[in-house]
T-cell receptor
């Protein structure tokens, strides 16, 4: 069966520090991968999605970037965090053109 | 871009009561997904609707997609405290380049025992 791992679960980082959140998927190949951010008690904002290795589409211009160095690995990064980067980050994967997406457990990032 | 509006934003109901959450799209949908999220956790997939007029049920939760495929409703019958959480609708538009999935703002449901 397929599983998705996202880490760390929580992270407190100072302003100006770098960020690296990692997401890996097991049990499937060539998944579509997504990074979302969720403000407190609100909906999900799509940040990046990828349909293949090295292919990244950005939905919202921001201080963040994403990379897909391997088929089942998706990384969210920042060179210098801002206070406004705080939030709950969710990684997800889906298979095929239009199928449901499956989510990781999320990373709560607090920038101080 | 795809925009999904959910209503209400929050809802408090007495245990045992029925409730409905709505999701409206600005564009025709290729697929509509309902998820449930408990605070601070990932999303749990509930149901996917793809055909106009389609209706699916899972335990006490029923979701419908209208004929025009621009509006969906999620109905919970005889609500329980376990139904509490944030319900999110997600969608893939017809011209789904890149298989992009976008989400509505969510509905926070509280069930009072």
């Amino acid at each position: 069966s397929q599983t998705i791992h996202q880490w760390p679960a929580t992270l407190v980082q100072p302003v100006g520090s770098p960020l690296s959140l990692e997401c890996t998927v097991e049990g499937t190949s060539n998944p579509n991968l997504y990074w979302y951010r969720q403000a407190a008690g609100r909906g999900l904002q799509l940040l990046f999605y990828s349909v293949g290795i090295g292919q990244i589409s950005s939905e919202v211009p921001q201080n963040l970037s994403a990379s897909r160095p391997q088929d089942r690995q998706f990384i969210l990064s920042s060179k210098k965090l801002l206070l406004s980067d705080s939030g709950f980050y969710l990684c997800a994967w889906s298979q095929g053109a239009v199928t449901e997406a499956f989510f990781g457990q999320g990373t709560r990032l607090t920038v101080v | 871009s795809q925009e999904l509006e959910q209503s209400p934003q929050s809802l408090i109901v007495q245990e045992g009561k029925n409730l409905t959450i709505n999701c409206t799209s600005s564009k025709t949908l290729y697929g509509l997904y309902w998820y449930k999220q408990k605070y601070g956790e990932g999303l749990i997939f509930l149901m996917m609707l793809q055909k106009g007029g389609e209706e699916k049920s899972h335990e006490k939760i029923t979701a419908k997609l209208d004929e025009k495929k621009q509006q969906s409703s999620l109905h919970i019958t005889a609500s329980q405290p376990s139904h509490a959480g944030i319900y999110l609708c997600g969608a893939a538009p017809y011209n789904n380049a890149g298989n992009m999935l976008t989400f509505g703002g969510g509905t926070r449901l509280m069930v009072k025992p």
